[in-house]
């Protein structure tokens, strides 16, 4: 059943205490410093939030330090842990116990190596919550790839991943790269969506998988150079070669199958 705010009381009461009012695209920007050298978020005007179709060049900020560059769009259920990855992918930390809960749309830049080619990736992090959809779906239509996440403790969040894929359908290009992310993959114990379950649904859709931990970093680099990769194959379609994707190895793979690490 769709429940876009699937999320346990627990998460609820942070999220009253802790809650935001300014919407993050907002709130980031004072922050953002000159010499953080893979960022460029403090280029957005202050009193705006940013348009979908922004390109940055027109701040003239963006210049020759990359190949290729592409936007990418986190979606899934409020609570699965995009604001997680973001932050761990590009700051190598983890937000622990300090759930606060998206709003509207923010995002982050970083270049990755892709083969010696740079990819810049404007990476996106949107609110899963529903009474932010229309927002986040002018977003969709500019997006080149998309990350999608589910939470491997919450079968809700699993269970709404078709109808997170239906809006993608609607909203999105047709050529859209889509990644889907099982996250929280560290919970052990707490597990409520088995590995299979996703790779299944990953393989009807016909989109590539992964299992992720933004607590540990598992896969969350892997998850990235995947979709860089994707978008190096775009931007030159006749070396498809480069789409295979690369997971690491989970802590059973480690120990059960020495041949896939
Ligand atoms: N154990 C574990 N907890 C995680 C992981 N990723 C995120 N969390 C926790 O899950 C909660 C929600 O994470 P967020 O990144 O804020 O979730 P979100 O998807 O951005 O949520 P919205 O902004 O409401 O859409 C936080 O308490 C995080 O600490 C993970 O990989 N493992």
């Known amino acids: 059943m769709w429940n876009p705010n699937s999320m346990d009381h627990r998460q609820m009461e942070k999220r009253v205490i802790v809650g935001r009012v300014r919407p993050t695209w907002a709130r980031n920007l004072p922050e953002a410093r000159d010499d953080d ?7 957005m005007p202050q009193s705006d939030p940013p348009s979908p179709s922004d390109q ?8 020759d330090k990359y190949d290729v560059f592409g936007k990418v ?3 899934g259920d409020s609570g699965v842990g995009k604001t997680c990855m ?6 190598g930390t983890f937000l622990a116990g300090n759930y606060i809960s998206t709003v509207g749309i923010d995002f982050r830049n970083k270049v990755v190596a892709v083969d010696g080619i740079k990819v810049k990736l404007q990476i996106w992090d949107t ?10 779906h002018a977003y969709y239509r500019d997006a080149h790839a998309l990350l999608l996440l589910y939470d491997v403790t919450n079968k809700t969040s699993f269970d709404n991943i078709r109808a997170w894929l239906g809006e993608i359908r609607e909203y999105a290009q047709d050529d859209v790269v889509i990644m889907l992310l099982g996250n929280k993959s560290d919970s ?5 969506v088995r590995r299979e379950e996703g790779q299944r649904l990953a393989r009807e859709y016909q989109v590539s998988f992964m299992e992720t931990s933004a607590k540990t970093g598992l896969n969350v680099e892997a998850a990235f150079a995947h979709v860089a990769r994707a978008l190096v194959v775009k931007a030159d379609p006749a070396d498809p070669a480069r789409l295979a994707v690369r997971a690491q190895p989970s802590q059973e793979q480690r120990s059960s199958c020495p041949p896939c690490s």
């Not at 050298?37 to 280029?43: F, L, P, W």
């Not at 973001?86 to 700051?91: G, T, Y």
């Not at 609110?127 to 986040?136: D, H, L």
């Open 56 to 63: 940055w060049d027109k701040h003239g900020k963006l210049d």
């Open 188 to 192: 052990g114990l707490e597990r409520a």
């Open 73 to 75: 769009m986190l979606l």
């Open 127 to 136: 609110a899963g919550q529903e009474r932010f959809r229309s927002v986040t």
């Open 86 to 91: 973001l932050v761990r992918f590009r700051d």
């Open 37 to 43: 050298e893979s960022s460029d978020v403090n280029m």
